[in-house]
């Protein structure tokens, strides 16, 4: 059976493919896009060029129609590009009818996210989670795999031994599948454990979309060293820190990112380490007001919480993070198209709908300078020991009495 291997190297050359149809108009496919080429530099590959046609759906069999996948060929064999990246994920059809046309690697925005997990798993837990994705992904996609074997001639007799090739990898595919899943629900067992020998203290998470600076800010609040990088998915595994703030202590865990079109095998394959967040009692959601759509990132995490638990109940934190890479461009007096984020000052922006949480809800920090780190502190601490209290209020007393003190 083919061996499941990092689809990238390093160095390789990379052209991006994507549609503007109606539901996806020429400015999103262009932001989806800058985030496929960030996915693809973070997997290795080099982004030499991007294209884009316009289409009411994708062509079922190529995806981009006949004229376009011909501009393509030619602009690849002049320019030695050896691989393609689709923003959206292909049918088995359309990878085998794209690769006989263009003669090179093609992949789609799923398998690039499960190359970049595999390339960034390093525990035993994370890699069986990144596996199982992995051959989930696989399973539907073997045909393509044995082109080679395929029966020339259909009738009695003469089955080829291309589709017995294929049934024998089906069946081992889905025998590994049971044996993964069943090494997922030893280790969810395990974890669960775990969590229940850390006691009674209050669990604090760090959620949000990935690269907005969760680990950094993990660093400055527990002052240990989780690995943080400017990449897509740099942390993969789940990182538990004890953390004191004043008299109060708690659990503050650092999960994966999420992100636009996260395949669904991801999802289910990172439940068991999802569940840090179904078990948190407070929710930070770490957001880059930086990014031109932040507001549609944290509509992503949001609904992506909400099909890996029941979040609606649990108090939330919103720290806006990277206030020193905030810019904005005034638009000039004669430019009467309406505003948006970009356009507008930071100060003024405070002043949108985040004026409107309630109060106690919502910081502005910038993790990489410290800003506002004491306040975001403070937040923590407030909502943190109100969840202690409700759980052992004589333990509150005594902190109410050390405050007394500390004051005096």
């Known amino acids: 059976m083919k061996e499941f291997v990092n689809t990238l190297e390093t160095t390789e050359k990379a052209l991006l493919v994507g549609l503007i149809t109606p539901r996806q108009n020429e400015a999103k496919a262009a932001e989806y896009l800058d985030e496929l080429e960030f996915l693809a530099e973070t997997a290795g590959a080099v982004v030499v060029d991007r294209f884009t046609q316009k289409l009411e759906y994708p ?105 017995t090739q294929i049934e024998t990898d089906r069946r081992i595919i889905q025998r590994r599948i049971s044996l993964l899943k069943e090494e997922l629900r ?105 990014h031109p759509n932040f507001e549609e990132q944290i509509n992503v995490v949001n609904k992506t919480l909400a099909e890996i638990c029941d ?10 993070n990277k206030t020193d890479a905030y810019t904005h461009v005034p638009k000039a007096d004669d430019d009467l198209t309406p505003r948006t984020a970009e356009n507008i000052p930071l100060e003024e922006l405070r002043q949108t709908w985040m004026n409107r949480l309630e109060p106690g809800n919502c910081v502005f920090v910038s993790a990489k300078n410290g800003t506002n780190i004491d306040e975001l502190k403070k937040l923590i601490y407030e909502k943190a020991r109100r969840i202690h209290a409700e759980r052992f209020p004589y333990n509150d007393f005594l902190y109410q009495k050390y405050d007394d003190l500390s004051e005096s």
């Open 59 to 163: 062509n079922p069999r190529t995806f981009v129609g006949q004229g376009k996948l011909a501009e393509i060929r030619e602009y690849c064999e002049k320019n030695e590009v050896g691989m393609i990246i689709f923003d959206d994920d292909l049918s088995t059809k359309q990878v085998a009818n794209i690769e006989k046309e263009l003669q090179i690697k093609v992949l789609d925005r799923s398998s690039l996210i499960l190359d970049i997990f595999a390339k960034r798993a390093q525990t035993a837990t994370a890699k069986t989670q990144v596996e199982l994705a992995q051959y989930q992904y696989l399973l539907p996609r073997l045909t393509r795999l044995w082109t080679h074997l395929e029966r020339q001639k259909g009738g009695i007799g003469m089955r080829g031994p291309g589709e």
């Open 186 to 290: 030893d280790i969810d067992r395990q974890k669960t454990l775990q969590r229940k020998n850390r006691g009674k203290l209050t669990r604090v998470a760090l959620v949000g979309y990935t690269n907005v600076g969760k680990s950094t800010l993990m660093n400055l609040l527990s002052k240990s060293d989780v690995f943080a990088e400017n990449k897509l998915f740099a942390t993969l595994d789940t990182t538990v820190r004890k953390v004191t703030i004043d008299n109060l202590p708690f659990l503050l865990t650092d999960t994966v990112g999420f992100i636009r079109k996260l395949p669904t095998h991801l999802v289910e394959s990172f439940k068991s380490t999802l569940d840090e967040v179904r078990d948190a009692d407070l929710l930070i959601h770490v957001v880059d007001i930086s």
């Open 311 to 320: 979040s609606g109940d649990k108090p939330v934190i919103v720290v806006f």
